[in-house]
């Protein structure tokens, strides 16, 4: 069995996948070597679309080895440990690869353990996710259910989440189902956060949608614990002098996002920061402290909006910074901290929100993009899907 390989990516997620299928178009004579465990490869961003009944959960999945870009090998394993050192990571199938260059990609990591009760409950009595691809057919199914006078509870937790805007965009399309099928549902939105957006432009504009789905919102709410068969969620509340309380809503459908953090697997190796998360800088995407390794997507801790559209401008730096490496020239700067949410905020409307380093606007389109907008549905509905599987994955943007 080869051991040793060129460059090492960990993850055949969106990073993992666009990044290798880039240096390849860079140079065909690249021994890259993919460790990932799963048997498929997932379109995230049209789960939302999924929750709302309008986007086959089927057509969000695709066999891992169709996306594995032919010249590279797929080593069908999870990566446990490094040993940065020695160039090495192990593996939990009890194997130990070599690189010159590692490319950390493991995407972000899902607590749902940390809500007591979730596990049992989640994908019936009404509780449901769009975080979990097995879940999100089921929360249109809990929105077609909804009854006159019920109340739907959407949760975000306090903890950086992977598509900031994901745990509000869900609410929005219930709110305007309800209003379509004339339903009085009552809508509120408990966030373990402060704010319901970080940029007054967009913040300003989805405050007129909370406002037209009669949306009730709760800041400083962590979901703690949900009940399924009682139909109750509790929440750990923390008031402006930071003294804490505890509190109890009833749902008859609650729509939860799990806290989320760094892999374990990260947190606990000499990568990591403080926080857990691979420690980079933010501009070139370098570790900060050992030069032949790079991280990029949702695991790092560069401060910028953790989506795809992230990682669709920071795969031309790593890839730009690994062949600097292999040539031993310096690594440069080049990510601007670029993020995108395409907050859907009702069927046929979208806000595309753009943004980089230090909440600066970085709009694509010669219009004002927070204006709700059918175009942008439709590009979100049809034409980034298509742009992922044919493009993005092929190295080709
Ligand atoms: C509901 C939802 C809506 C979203 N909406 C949008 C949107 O509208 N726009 C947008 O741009 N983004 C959106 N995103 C976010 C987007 O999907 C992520 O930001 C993106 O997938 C990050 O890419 P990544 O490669 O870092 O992580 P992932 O794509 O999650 O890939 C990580 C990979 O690493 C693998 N891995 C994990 N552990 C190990 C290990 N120990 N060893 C080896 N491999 C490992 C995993 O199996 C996985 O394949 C959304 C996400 C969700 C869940």
Not at 174 to 201: M, P
Not at 313 to 319: D, E
Not at 353 to 366: H, I, L, Q
Request: proline share 5%; glycine share 10%.
């Amino acid at each position: 069995m080869k051991q040793h390989y060129q460059i090492l990516i960990i993850g055949g997620g969106n990073a993992g996948i666009s990044t290798a299928a880039q240096l390849l178009r860079k140079n065909k004579a690249l021994d890259i070597g993919i460790i990932e465990p799963s048997g498929h490869h997932y379109y995230q961003p049209a789960w939302t679309l999924v929750g709302a009944g309008v986007f086959n959960a089927e057509d969000t999945i695709r066999k891992e080895k169709e996306v594995i870009p032919a010249g590279t090998t797929w080593i069908k394993d999870a990566v446990i440990s490094f040993q940065p050192e020695q160039n090495q990571v192990s593996t939990s199938n009890g194997h130990a690869y070599t690189y010159d260059v590692l490319i950390v990609a493991p995407g972000i990591q899902l607590n749902w353990h940390l809500i007591k009760g979730l596990k049992e409950t989640l994908g019936k009595n009404g509780v449901t996710s769009n975080y979990s691809v097995d879940c999100a057919p089921y929360t249109f199914q809990c929105l077609q259910q909804l009854k006159e006078g019920e109340t739907a509870l959407f949760t975000a937790p306090s903890t950086p989440v992977k598509c900031g805007g994901a745990p509000q965009k869900i609410m929005y399309l219930a709110g305007d189902y309800v209003q379509r099928k004339k339903l009085h549902a009552k809508i509120e939105f408990t966030s373990g956060g402060g704010v319901l957006f970080g940029i007054k432009k967009y913040a300003d504009e989805l405050m007129k949608m909370v406002n037209r789905y009669n949306i009730q919102l709760h800041f400083k709410h962590s979901l703690i614990e949900v009940n399924g068969q009682s139909k109750k969620a509790v929440y750990e509340v923390t008031a402006a002098d930071g003294s804490k309380s505890i509190i109890e809503k009833s749902f008859d459908m609650i729509h939860v996002v799990p806290p989320q953090s760094a892999p374990d697997f990260i947190k606990n190796s000499p990568l990591a920061d403080t926080n857990g998360w691979v420690d980079v800088n933010k501009f070139s995407l370098q570790h900060m402290r050992y030069p032949n390794i790079f991280g990029i997507g949702d695991a790092t801790n560069t401060p910028n909006a953790k989506t795809g559209a992230a990682v669709r401008k920071q795969a031309p730096v790593v890839v730009k910074n690994v062949l600097a490496y292999l040539n031993k020239q310096p690594a440069e700067g080049g990510y601007n901290g670029y993020g995108s949410c395409p907050l859907v905020v009702g069927y046929g409307k979208l806000i595309l929100a753009e943004f980089g380093y230090d909440n600066k606007v970085m709009e694509t389109f010669p219009f004002d993009q927070s204006k709700p907008r059918w175009s942008m549905y439709m590009l979100k509905r049809y034409v980034l899907p298509w742009l992922y599987w044919h493009k993005i994955l092929k190295g080709k943007m």
